[in-house]
């Protein structure tokens, strides 16, 4: 069975940083895709990025461009996502997800077969 764990999640100040975790057991990953999405209460889950598990690209939404890095240890299975300068309006739940493709996708959820968890991420101001 494919196993999504995120961990990391928080309580952090505004400004500050944040290191989650996305351990994904079950299979090979290559020829995947791994995506970090996000939701609040109330709104619609949210592209964050996503990173190829084959080449190593990313995309990231334009909210966070320039604060969010997305890395991955191949030999680990498991995939990260580094928060910077973190605003009150980052809080939400993080999931991390998987899709098959070589490509990054369009960053829908619909495109993303598993899930993990969620972590809860909380800035305060």
């Known amino acids: 069975q494919v196993q999504l764990v995120e961990s990391g999640g928080g309580l952090v100040q505004a400004g500050g940083s944040l290191r989650l975790s996305c351990a994904a057991s079950?299979?090979?990953?290559?020829?995947?895709?791994m995506g970090w999405f996000r939701q609040a209460p109330g709104k619609e889950r949210e592209f964050v990025g996503t990173?190829?598990?084959?080449?190593?690209?990313?995309r990231y939404a334009d909210s966070v461009k320039g604060r969010f890095t997305i890395s991955r240890d191949n030999a680990k299975n498991t995939v990260y996502l580094q928060m910077n300068s973190l605003k009150p309006e980052d809080t939400a739940v993080y999931y991390c997800?998987?899709?098959?493709?070589?490509?990054?996708?369009?960053?829908?959820?619909?495109?993303?077969?598993?899930w993990g968890q969620g972590t809860q991420v909380t800035v305060s101001s």
């Open positions: 990173i190829s598990w084959t080449f190593g690209s990313t």
């Open positions: 079950g299979r090979s990953f290559n020829n995947y895709g």
């Open positions: 997800a998987a899709r098959y493709g070589r490509d990054l996708g369009l960053g829908r959820p619909v495109e993303y077969a598993y």
